[in-house]
């Protein structure tokens, strides 16, 4: 299990405590910050834009980076404190612990002078937490660590391979010699003059050197040791002393935090406080062993099956000892179990029967808690780092608290007493493992933030606001999370519960507000992996807590653009007044809209008008550019000029030679200089974070299509699910390929044929779904190698893309990936894939990863029209515009080769509409609010052209309304997108 730097010494034992034992126990230790540590505060935006003149590194790194990036300092020491990324990619293909720790490895050498001092060496290995990969590197110079406190934290956001933030936690300025002028012996007897007068029995534990950065920047060399002793009242307290020159006491960081928090236990388990029923609590993970044979652990509902040889009977024991906790009891013996059992006849085995004492029922509670607290946290993180026993120590001979050793990674619950019941019950017990949780992941460098964390634990298992409910005999609890504590709450005089309460009250809000958009069921369920994956990134503030719960929920790596559920989390921000988050706005302040260009054309004559609508919520649009790039190369600007329509702007691309591959994008910037693109994050690396049109026709390559038989395709799974079959779903013909999640996590993979790609291919398909949302998904790969190496499509898709990701440690085998998830078996729709740049023989694989989901009807991946196709050139089509009026007939004229199928794409926002065939093949009705398709066999005449008309209905709201058309040759051609704009009656 890791261990921080500083909690490796042997003499570690910090506690972190629950309660608070009294107010006067606050007034000599717990009030005021630890010496040498600055009270938070909030930014002042004026000195923020002062540094960042100032800073000659940062202006150097913008003129290099380019615009989009921002910059937040620590107003102390003047140096950079955290750094937004506007999604740059800085790896190509899928995000990999190694490829993240070398591209985070390279940004810090490449911008080595934005870190403040020269030769540093980082060190640290790169994790995913949800769908954040979190690289944490501990900082050292001369072969010397610096304190726990100095560290650089790089955040990436999968699947879109993009850099989030950096996180550069007490960087110095300048760093001092390593050379040491003041003795050890000299450093203890500075630090012991801190020790207050009555604290008997301190002594010092193993010391070690380090860097430790004060407030102002500075890097001193100091002497870091522990002083404590092991009174029932515990000193324990963290030292770093200089060691050169004078031997003054840099940080004295009082390491026993106590916290109020209620709780009781009674009868055989409490579920919930410990006035309420005592109920028969399932016990899973808890190990049984037969004498002189085998043991297993117990199910979900605390089943157990051990293999034995023979019928004889045999002696089964089991004590409160599972996989994921030790329950001792300190004041008597353990609670256990001894019996005879016949093979084959079930042997039940009851702890605490019948309800006893509060000293029997807190070992159940305090399993049974703690299991089902390791278990929900495991599963929404995927993080094997919590895979260990902790040792819980009950009945300690001490009353009204409750703590966590990070020493010895224990967690410690007090007999009843002083007017206080058994503290062993649930929401004690969360916020003591929540402790647990936040050491585990780098150790505790924020003592209010890990209070607060301990009070989300807690909240977040239950469901409720009140820690500790019960917890005096008289009723009285401790907190309450749904609580109005302000950042940087000064009036708490640097007490860490009192601190802890606005992190608490953020995330209960914010879990709240997520519940009342999203609804009791999906709310928690999201809430839970977005804060347990940003505590598991270690952030080291509740600043940065707080922004690593935004880095958690964006989807994009573009906090310019707002997260999915920022109004849910920036409303909770707001209400406990936590800083403005660098470079993030919520709501955009443009709304940017694009009319995309289809995918391909047979023009090659005439301009491709794109057009866009763009608003801004601070002044007016300034600049509207359009961006386009042929076959690759560089980008050519493009000023969008207003149309007749208010906020819509049209920019041509000039018409390009067939065949060639044109990509674009769209800016959108307003006076007040907030600029925004569509795609978002375009240009992107190698081009794909933008729109694509082809000039020339679409070819077929390789049709795979499974009405030829499915010859050369593979498949396989534990079990194989994958089968050529009718369907009443498929898309064309009768044949399809389907498969279905199984009941156990399973890797179902059908594999295509190998195909000779040409230089410029695309992949095109039809399917639908029915997938256990989150646990079971489907996704296409690409190998060029016989299958030495995958690489997923997922960012090649320009057509159905991915629509959600599969949950980290669900036993998924492709956990944590984006991934086809949820959906309903229904229409096809239909998916392309960009394979340009893939060449020669190749294979693609359709995976349907399964986690356990369920098997059956309810639950299928169906595939059809499976074809590869080329680009080519052929001959052109087109259509022309028309402006109609009210009650008038709009008409587009097709201009084509002679006698070919045709069909025709029409959308807009004028309602039920007639259209007229041409050639004297009647009319259809149909609602053009959104995209519909109408097939024209045999249209054009013998010259190549026919008109196609419809009536635009009399209603005044249709004025300044537009709808488009383009035409489709059976053979792909394309024309480019025409448009009718309605005006007012002539």
Partial sequence: MHRSRAQGSSCRRLLVALLSLSAAAFADESVGFPKGIVPPRVPNPVMQRALAEANGPWREFVERQGEGWTIAFDEDSSMPSLLVAPGVRLTSGPLTASSVRAAALAFARDNEALFGTTGLVLTGEAALRGTVWVMNFDVSRDGIPFSRWSSVKFRFKDPVSALQAVFLDRMP??????????????????????????????????????????????????????????????????????????????????????????????????????????????????????????????????????????????????????????????????????????????????????????????????????????NVVASR?????????????????????????????????????????????????????????????????????????????????????????????????????????????????????????????????????????????????????????????????????????????????????????????????????????????????????????????????????????????????????????????????????????????????????????????????????????????????????????????????????????????????????????FSFFAHTGNNVWHSQPASVSDDNRLQSPTITLPGDASLSFWHTYSLASGLDGGVIEITTDNGAHWTDLGSRISTGAYNGAISAGNGNPIAGRSAWTGGTVGAMTQVVVDLSGFSGPSKLRWRLGSAGGGAGQTRAWILDDILVSTLGCSTQLTVTDDTPSLGQQVTFTVTGPPSVPVDLLVAGGIGQAIVTLPGGRGSVQTDLRAPVQIRVTNATNGAGTFTLTARVPNQANLVGRTFYIQAVLASAIRTNLTRATITSPP
């Fill in 173 to 374: 300025r300048s760093v001092e010699p390593a050379q040491v002028t003041v003795d050890l012996g000299a450093a203890i007897v500075a630090a012991m003059a801190e020790v207050p007068a009555g604290v008997a029995g301190v002594e010092a534990g193993t010391a070690d050197l380090q860097y430790h950065v004060t407030p102002d920047g500075s890097g001193r060399l100091a002497w870091h040791f522990i002083l404590a002793n092991h009174d029932v009242d515990p000193y324990d307290h963290e030292f770093y002393v200089a060691a050169r020159g004078a031997a003054d006491v840099l940080l004295d960081w009082n390491e026993i935090f106590h916290v109020d928090v209620t709780g009781n236990v009674s009868g055989q388990g409490h579920i919930f406080d410990p006035v309420t029923p005592t109920i028969s609590l399932p016990l899973r993970d808890l190990r049984v062993a037969i004498s002189g044979g085998n043991s297993a652990f117990t199910d979900a509902s605390g089943n157990y099956t051990i293999t034995n040889a023979g019928s004889s009977p045999v002696t089964v024991t089991a004590d409160l000892s599972g996989r994921w906790v030790n329950v001792n009891n300190n004041a008597g013996a353990d609670l256990a179990f001894s019996g005879s059992a016949t093979p084959g006849t079930p042997l039940p085995i009851v702890f605490n029967s019948g309800g006893g004492p509060a000293a029997s029922t807190c070992q159940v509670d305090v399993f049974y808690h703690v299991t089902n607290e390791h």
């Fill in 381 to 725: 993180i995927g993080a094997s780092a919590l895979d260990a026993q902790i040792i819980a120590n009950v009945n300690l001979a001490q009353t009204c608290n409750a703590f966590f050793s990070p020493g010895a990674d224990n967690i410690n619950f007090f007999s009843a007493g002083g007017g206080c019941n058994n503290t062993g019950y649930d929401t004690v017990v969360y916020h003591e493992w929540g402790h647990h949780f936040d050491y585990t992941f780098g150790g505790i460098v924020d003592g209010g933030l890990s209070e607060g964390i301990g009070d989300v634990m807690s909240s977040f298992l239950t469901g409720q606001n009140i820690l500790g409910e019960n917890f005096f005999t008289n009723g009285n609890f401790v907190r309450n999370a749904d609580n109005s504590a302000q950042w940087p709450a000064t009036s708490c005089g640097g007490e860490v519960h009192c601190l802890g309460e606005v992190f608490s009250g953020f995330a209960y809000h914010s879990r709240a507000n997520l519940i009342a958009t999203l609804g009791s069921v999906a709310g928690p369920q999201l809430a839970q992996p977005i804060f347990f994956n940003a505590i598991a990134a270690n952030p080291s503030s509740q600043p940065n807590a707080v922004m690593d719960v935004y880095l958690q929920d964006d989807n994009d790596a573009n906090l310019a653009n707002g997260t999915p559920h920022c109004n849910e989390l920036e409303a909770a921000r707001v209400q406990h007044s936590y800083p403005v988050l660098p470079g993030f706005v919520c709501s955009p302040f443009i709304t940017l809209n694009v009319t995309p260009l289809l995918e391909n054309t047979g023009n090659s004559v005439e301009p491709y008008r794109v057009l866009a609508t763009a608003t801004t919520t601070t002044g007016a649009i300034s600049m509207m550019e359009l961006f386009y790039s042929v076959d690759a190369g560089a980008f050519t600007t493009i000023n969008m000029t207003p149309t007749v329509n208010a906020d819509e702007y049209a920019g041509l691309i000039p018409p390009q030679a067939c065949p060639s591959v044109v990509r674009y994008y769209v800016r959108a910037t307003d006076s007040a200089t907030h600029s925004t693109v569509l795609p978002p994050r375009a240009p992107g690396a190698s081009q794909e974070n933008t729109y694509r049109m082809s000039i020339g026709s679409v070819s077929p390559s390789s049709n795979l299509d499974p009405e030829r038989g499915g010859a050369g395709f593979t498949h396989a799974g534990s079990p194989d699910f994958w089968s050529l079959t």
